[in-house]
Each structure stands twice: as C-alpha cells, then as structure tokens.
C-alpha cells in the first residue's frame, strides 16, 4: 500500500486496515515458522504496511491535538 493511498483513507479505515494487517503479518510469521514461505519478503513489506498505517494515524492525533489546543 502506497502512502498516497493511506493519506486518502479516514481514521477509521486507518484503524481498521490496521488490524488486518496486523492480523496477516501474524499469519505469515506462523506460516514461515512452521515452513519456510515461498517469499518470506511479504513479511517485510507487511511490517512496513504497518508501520506507514501507525505513522499517518499518530501524525493525524497530533495534528488534531495541536489545533485544538490553539
């Protein structure tokens, strides 16, 4: 998922997508437990997915923080 794409997505779907991802990259590191998995860089790029989700949903918290507090 592209960050253009995640700065379109609402707090919500944010959240959401999340705990999807969250829950997939739960799955591939299971899977690649059990047995290796044919590409174990879909670990990687979950984790990443992840992460941007967690960066752009903390940026938008502070933002409204800070413009409340104005």
Do not use: C, D, G, W
């Not at 991802?21 to 590409?39: D, G, M, Q, R, Y």
């Amino acid at each position: 998922m592209k960050y253009s794409e995640i700065k379109e997505l609402s707090n919500e779907e944010i959240v959401t997508r999340i705990q999807e991802e969250k829950a997939t990259l739960t799955k591939l590191k299971f899977a690649h437990a059990v047995s290796a998995i044919e590409n174990p860089t879909r670990i990687n790029k979950a984790r990443k997915v992840v992460s941007r989700l967690n960066t752009e949903l903390t940026q938008r918290t502070a933002k409204a923080a800070s413009e409340s507090n104005s």
